[in-house]
């Protein structure tokens, strides 16, 4: 990481809690605490990685950043501009230097507006751009992701997964955005289609100066394509440090389990490992446990982790961790 | 030795409005008892269909199996009566299916969906099928599995789930068990105490074990053989070892191309393979892998290669050119290497 390289986007003690129905006879509200008190920055032209398991809460770190949730409490500053303070005015004016790819090209895409009217959606709401200007855009994204110009007519379901992720990506960069938050986008396509839109983001960041948060439960790919890496466990970070660092010196339990289940394409190495293989599955978020919210699963839990919660801190240069034992 | 199961060109095949879609295109191979067997390919590539065909649970019609055998256990399955395959599901050849919650009946306990196929093919009473269902919740690693047997499919986690169908499987100690992505849908640290399961039970209950999936990474660890499928074809087949170091097709290449390693240094690009698989209806003339193959030339368009042995016994390939091909030149040909 440069130290010299700009902070385009600050997260601090960010939090988003939602309230769940209440139960019969009791008076008291309860919460999911989706993200329990989450910091970290992003640097200008970098990739930062969000990686988890299912309901750690990574995706609704994405969503609050935008604004698409409102967050419970922290702040978002973009650019130094606190996004959680600003009216809906301001806000959207904002919105177009930030932009969001989503999981599913199939869901994401309305399957009753062309190609076309898709990718100029987003021109309509923030430009002045003429008819005529506007389809030479979208064309020009078209062939910037990799599709025929020619397209622009056609409707999403002429389209395979792969071809639809794309269209997501240019009606994602219409605006010129500066950050781009994707959200799993790889991870409903077959193996050798997500390499073709991996490859394609990365290409179009070095093209374009883009920031990504790339958010993904598949580690190896994380790791691939992040220069930084933030792991998050039911609501709150563990673990951020540089793609390597984390890698060769994971100083979380959670994130060294993490490394060690992920598979290894190669037999010989694959079988010599040894594989830390946790017991017990995650917790259920509306009822996380005292003290250190991994200690139900973890290795080295001792007394001490289930009374008190870890503080998450810096414990080399730009390495962050949240254990009592790191 | 007998091999446990032999499959002779199995052709499946779907009528369809559209036309005739070649699921499954004349594939044969061997299963030895006791073998672990990775089937690899992406969506719509005839794995879990081949798998389908085996057990006779395609629906015919629209659907059409067409081989010259399946030979399992001193018999052909495809010659049995509906009676009699019937006796070998869930008894001679259990499977596992990807998603445990539209697989497990939500309407009955766990117990009893265990109980039920002991009832039915081991003539156990309510009783003695309950008392099995117990022990086999505990080999599975089900905690407090007393209590767990009178719980419905909702009240357990993915992961539970996936272990309950995996007892339910076990239950009548198959010769096969076939594995259709059971860890697709689960998160990577529940996925590696299944596949630590799997494998421990293989061992110490000796059944063959198929393990489909889309994912060469997880099949590396223990697969003995690997059969790579595309567009309903095996393409290339081997040990664990020659499919990942000696590889030959340029797709099986390509794949491996395509995954990003945790315990390599990042920086180099992926090779991605450029399109996608073939339409199955009216399938191409040559090989179905012309349209992406980086190293494909005339004959490749015409003439549809088959499996030829490659080097050692028992690899073998399905391409013309697999003597000129390695990742090397793969890597080149596609520029992945910049």
Redesign the interface.
């Known amino acids: 990481m440069n130290a010299e390289q700009n902070k385009l986007l600050q997260v601090q003690n960010l939090k988003k809690y939602f309230p769940v129905s209440r139960q019969l006879f009791s008076s008291q509200r309860r919460y999911v605490k989706a993200v329990d008190d989450v910091s970290f920055d992003v640097l200008e032209g970098e990739t930062l990685g969000l990686v988890g398991e299912t309901g750690c809460g990574k995706t609704t770190v994405a969503r609050t950043i935008l604004q698409l949730y409102r967050p419970t409490s922290g702040q978002v500053l973009f650019d130094g501009v606190d996004l959680a303070s600003l009216q809906e005015n301001d806000l959207r004016k904002m919105r177009s230097r930030m932009q969001m790819i989503f999981q599913d090209p199939y869901a994401s895409l309305n399957p009753r507006m062309t190609v076309g009217a898709i990718i100029a959606a987003p021109l309509d709401v923030h430009t002045q751009l003429n008819q005529k200007e506007k389809r030479e855009r979208v064309q020009e994204l078209l062939k910037l992701v990799g599709l025929n110009p020619d397209f622009v007519n056609r409707y999403p379901h002429e389209f395979s997964g792969g071809q639809r992720q794309r269209i997501g990506i240019a009606r994602a960069l219409a605006l010129n955005p500066d950050l781009v938050i994707c959200d799993e986008p790889i991870s409903s396509l077959d193996v050798s289609i997500q390499a073709q839109v991996v490859n394609l983001l990365e290409e179009l960041q070095n093209r374009l100066g883009l920031t990504y948060i790339f958010v993904a439960h598949d580690l190896s790919m994380v790791r691939h394509i992040s220069d930084r890496m933030v792991v998050m466990y039911l609501g709150k970070v563990m673990e951020l440090a540089d793609r390597n660092e984390i890698y060769l010196h994971p100083l979380h339990p959670y994130t060294r389990a993490l490394m060690s289940a992920v598979p290894i394409p190669d037999p010989d190495k694959a079988r010599n490992r040894k594989r830390i293989i946790l017991k017990g599955d995650i917790p259920s978020p509306l009822n996380p446990p005292q003290g250190c919210n991994f200690n139900t699963r973890c290795p080295i839990a001792a007394e001490r982790c289930f009374q008190e919660d870890p503080e998450y801190r810096e414990i080399s240069p730009n390495h962050w961790v949240a254990c009592h034992f790191a | 030795m007998e091999p446990l199961m032999r499959i002779s060109e199995l052709h499946t095949r779907f009528h369809t409005q559209d036309g005739t879609v070649n699921a499954v295109n004349g594939i044969s191979y061997a299963m030895q008892p006791g073998e672990v067997l990775g089937v690899v390919g992406?969506?719509g590539c005839g794995k879990s269909v081949h798998a389908l065909s085996i057990l006779r649970l395609i629906q015919i019609p629209p659907g059409e199996i067409d081989a010259r055998e399946i030979w399992f256990g001193g018999r052909d399955l495809l010659k049995l009566n509906d009676g009699d395959i019937r006796k070998v599901r869930g008894r001679e050849i259990a499977m596992v299916f990807q998603d445990p919650m539209s697989s497990l009946n939500p309407v009955y306990t766990v117990g009893f969906q265990i109980s039920e196929a002991l009832m039915l093919h081991k003539n156990m009473n309510k009783q003695q099928a309950r008392e099995r269902a117990l022990e086999l919740l505990n080999l599975v690693g089900i905690?407090e599995a007393r209590k767990r047997l009178d719980n419905y499919p909702h009240q357990f986690?993915g992961?539970?789930r996936q272990r309950a169908m995996i007892a339910m499987a076990l239950s009548c100690e198959p010769k096969l068990l076939i594995a259709d992505e059971p860890t697709t849908a689960l998160?990577?640290?529940?996925?590696?105490?299944i596949i630590?399961l799997v494998v421990r039970l293989q061992q110490e209950l000796g059944m063959a074990v198929m393990w489909i999936t889309?994912?060469?990474?997880?099949v590396?660890?223990m697969?003995e053989n690997i059969n790579v499928m595309y567009a309903g074809f095996i393409i290339e087949r081997g040990k664990?070892?020659e499919i990942?170091?000696q590889t030959r097709h340029p797709y099986t290449l390509?794949?491996?191309?395509?995954?990003?390693?945790?315990?390599e240094?990042?920086g180099t690009?992926?090779?991605?393979?450029?399109g996608?698989p073939p339409d199955l209806i009216g399938l191409p003339q040559g090989c179905p892998f012309f349209a992406r193959c980086a190293f494909r030339e005339e004959r490749c368009r015409l003439e549809r290669p088959v499996l030829e042995e490659a080097g050692s016994t028992g690899h073998t390939v399905a391409c013309w050119r697999w003597q000129e091909i390695d990742a090397e030149t793969l890597r080149k040909a596609v520029g992945g290497a910049q």
């Open positions: 992406e969506s905690p986690s992961g539970m998160d990577v640290t529940i996925q590696a105490q630590e889309h994912d060469l990474g997880i590396a660890e697969a664990a070892h990942y170091h390509g794949l491996l191309g395509s995954l990003p390693r945790i315990d240094a990042p690009k992926l090779i991605s393979i450029p996608l």
